[in-house]
Structures are given as C-alpha cells and as structure tokens.
C-alpha cells in the first residue's frame, strides 16, 4: 500500500494533465479520476468515472471530497488540474502540516459570505444559486469573518471527522452551488474542525506552479 496518494481530476477536458513528480521519501500513489482517460496517463492511475448526469464542475468534487473511495492510503493530497507539482518534498511536506487537515488560507477573503458575493458575478458560475447558498448559512448561524480556505490544494490523514467532513460537503454541494470554497467553512464549522495552515498561498509557493487553463477565467 503506498504512503499517501495525490489526487487529481479532470471532466469535459478543463485541464491539461501535468505529469507526476517523483517524490522523496514517499510511495506515492497517484490517480487521476476523469471523464476521458487521456491517451498518455504521464504516470497517473486513471480511474474513469464518467457523469454525464451532472455538470462537469460538480462531478470533479467527488474525488475532492471523498479522496479514501479512490485509494487504500492512509493520507492523501489533492490537487486541482490547474497546478503542476515543482517540488519533489511537497507531499511529506505538506501532510506535515496536516492535524488531521491541512490548506492555504485564501489569500484575498476570510468570510464565506464575501466570497459569495465575489463569486456571485463569475460566468463559470452562472445559474447556480449563491446567493440563495449564503442566505442559507446565515440563517442556519454560520458567523461573519469564520475563515476561508482555497481548495485547490487540501493535505489529509483519512480520519472519521475527515470523512464525515467530506460527506457534508459533497451533500451541500448537490444541494447548493459547486463553488466549493462557499459551502466548506459551513460543513468546517458543522464538524468540528478547521485546516491548519499550509505556509505561503497556493499561487505563491515553492511547492506548485499554477497552470490553469483559459476555461477557468
């Protein structure tokens, strides 16, 4: 069984696969869960997992949220298609911040409700309903200013309170929007924990190197 995994996904070709970066010191099991398995895996366990059912946006969460249902690891990282790893000490590094998670602080905002309405305007997002989202956590007594994380990177030890975590937010997910960095403070608060801080932020970080495609502006 390996170490820890990196985890990745990519539905209705939104990224480019960036090939896996050995790492030291760590048996690391790397899985690309996908729609379309690419012609060349780079080195990435594909898993295909197609869901036309749903938007390709929410049907990417899945592996975000409940990373244990595609690998026997007992720690896992994920990362959104968007970075390519820099660093051949990121996964040791980054799972030593995690107690039992671990993410970047968002580098702009610190409030769900802010980012709500950021996000509310953004043409990836329209016909979700965010705004309706954060009236719901209003009123269910989530407060002002809790904290916000960025999603992109997330490094955890596969706990009972990580899992249930990850059950919440995929529920929330189909409930509401997809925009995952509003519903995760709620589902945070609900169960209990709060990510430790990753050092840096994920567009600043010796780590990772952001290679996002044209589809996500």
């Given at each position: 069984m390996s170490t820890a995994a990196v985890i990745t996904a990519i539905y209705d070709q939104y990224d480019t696969l960036k090939p896996p970066l050995p790492q030291r010191g760590v048996d690391v099991d790397w899985v690309l869960v996908t729609d379309q398995p690419p012609a060349d895996a780079l080195g990435w366990r594909v898993v295909h997992e197609p869901r036309p059912e749903m938007h390709p946006n929410r049907a990417a969460k899945a592996p975000k949220y409940e990373p244990w249902r595609y690998t026997d690891a007992d720690a896992s990282i994920w990362v959104d298609a968007s970075?390519?790893?820099?660093?051949?000490?990121?996964?040791?590094?980054?799972?030593?911040?995690?107690?039992?998670?671990?993410?970047?602080?968002?580098?702009?905002?610190?409030?769900?409700?802010?980012?709500?309405?950021?996000?509310?305007?953004?043409?990836?997002?329209?016909?979700?309903?965010?705004?309706?989202?954060?009236?719901?956590?209003?009123?269910?007594g989530h407060p002002a200013f809790w904290g916000l994380w960025a999603t992109g990177v997330i490094a955890r030890h596969h706990t009972p309170d990580v899992m249930l975590l990850g059950r919440h937010w995929d529920a929330q997910?189909?409930?509401?929007?997809?925009?995952?960095?509003?519903?995760?403070?709620?589902?945070?608060?609900?169960?209990?924990?709060?990510?430790?801080?990753l050092p840096g932020s994920h567009i600043d970080t010796p780590w990772l190197r952001y290679e996002a495609s044209r589809r996500h502006w």
């Open positions: 970075f390519r790893i820099t660093s051949d000490r990121f996964v040791a590094e980054a799972l030593s911040y995690a107690d039992p998670i671990a993410q970047f602080p968002h580098p702009w905002r610190d409030c769900l409700y802010t980012e709500a309405a950021a996000s509310a305007g953004l043409s990836k997002y329209q016909g979700e309903p965010i705004a309706a989202q954060a009236d719901h956590y209003r009123h269910r997910t189909h409930a509401w929007s997809f925009q995952d960095q509003i519903s995760q403070p709620y589902c945070l608060r609900v169960t209990g924990l709060r990510p430790a801080p």
